[in-house]
């Protein structure tokens, strides 16, 4: 545990060299540590050392966990996938989603965000490589959806999430990052009334060519947390 600190220092290092790298201030960059499969305590740990945005896919670990943690200011963004009739607890406990692909689960979390909380922070998943990955919205259909959820009073529509397919070379990786940031801009064109100014992209292995591309938002789980188990369970 001890080493988490550690490492959301060197992956901070990491962002400032690559923000740098493009003349962009890394304070534009938001570390968002993803805390998937990792137990309560390294949550705890990691906001001893100043962290306090947390990402989690599956659900039901997620409340878990958030009730271990309730003693404790943190914004938690959910980033998995996302079942419709999970959309009522997913409004109610999270500050941000950033893997909406339809707009059938954009309608649901924006009827069902409790009135008392301030509006729901959406990215809209993009399937940045249209044969590798079956989530998110292909760049054809994204402008309707974008119009759409832009129109739901209890969203605010941030911008774009990607998880590009994995691969070694940093040209390639920058290249699909690139396509995400332009779609961005498109939009940005499309919908100028729209908050719209994230882009969430670049993991431990990919954070430079993304943050070279213009991420806001990178989500770092393994390089702050250590290698993952594999999930024994799927209960959610
Ligand atoms: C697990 C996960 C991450 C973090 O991946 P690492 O390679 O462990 O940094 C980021 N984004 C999403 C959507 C994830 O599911």
């Known amino acids: 545990m001890h080493k ?9 290092t990491r962002i400032e060299q690559a923000a740098n790298s493009v003349a962009r201030a ?19 740990c990691a906001y001893r050392a100043g962290q306090r945005c947390f990402g989690e896919n599956y659900l039901q670990e997620a409340l878990q966990k958030q009730a271990l943690l309730d003693d404790l200011d943190l914004e938690w963004h959910f980033i998995g996938p996302i079942q419709a009739n999970k959309t009522r607890a997913i409004a109610s406990h999270f500050d941000w989603v950033h893997s909406v692909d339809r707009a059938r689960v954009a309608e649901r979390l924006s009827a069902q965000r409790p009135a ?9 998943q993009v399937n940045a490589d ?9 760049y054809r259909q994204l402008p309707a959806l974008a119009a759409a959820v832009c129109g739901l009073e209890r969203l605010r529509l941030r911008g774009l999430m990607a998880i590009p397919a994995r691969r070694s070379d940093p040209g390639q990786q920058r290249a699909v990052f690139e396509q995400v940031a332009e779609a961005l801009r498109q939009l940005q064109r499309q919908l100028p009334q729209a ?9 431990s292995g990919d954070l430079e060519a993304a943050v070279a591309a213009g991420a806001t938002i990178v989500r770092v789980g393994t390089d702050i947390f250590g290698p993952r188990q594999s999930r024994a369970t799927a209960g959610d």
């Open 130 to 138: 249209a044969e590798a990955s079956k989530a998110g919205v292909d």
């Open 116 to 124: 008392a909380l301030a509006p729901l922070n959406i990215c809209l």
């Open 4 to 12: 988490i600190g550690d490492n959301l220092n060197k992956v901070s």
């Open 26 to 44: 890394a304070a534009g960059v938001r570390l968002l540590a993803v805390s998937k499969t990792r137990p309560a305590k390294a949550v705890r």
């Open 195 to 203: 908050p719209l100014d994230t882009l969430s992209m670049g993991m």
